[in-house]
């Protein structure tokens, strides 16, 4: 992972396949709100793009930057954090 300018880059493209998932949640989990990771893989991300919809709905932004054929870079911008236990930004009371 490196940092340049304000995005986090990401690269994925040496790791097992198994180990990456947990890597970009956890780097977009310490995203600050506004942040965003660059990631870079070596095919689609269209799964993880359909869990981050799953476990992360309206928490984020997903902008293509190249598709293909040999790297894929996307940007994720994380929007807001998740409200609740731990997470709760005072503004409702709740």
Do not use: Y
């Not at 947990?22 to 990771?37: I, R, W, Y």
């Not at 929007?79 to 997470?87: C, P, S, V």
């Amino acid at each position: 992972m490196t940092q340049t300018g304000q995005a986090i880059q990401v690269n994925t493209r040496s790791m097992a396949p198994k180990e990456r998932r947990s890597l970009v949640f956890g780097k977009f989990d310490q995203l600050g709100v506004n942040a965003t990771m660059e990631l870079i893989n070596d095919q689609d991300p269209v799964t993880l793009r359909s869990q981050f919809e799953l476990e992360k709905p309206n928490l984020f932004s997903w902008e293509t930057l190249e598709s293909g054929p040999e790297v894929w870079r996307v940007a994720v911008t994380k929007l807001k954090t998740k409200h609740g236990a731990g997470h709760c930004c005072g503004a409702c009371g709740g």
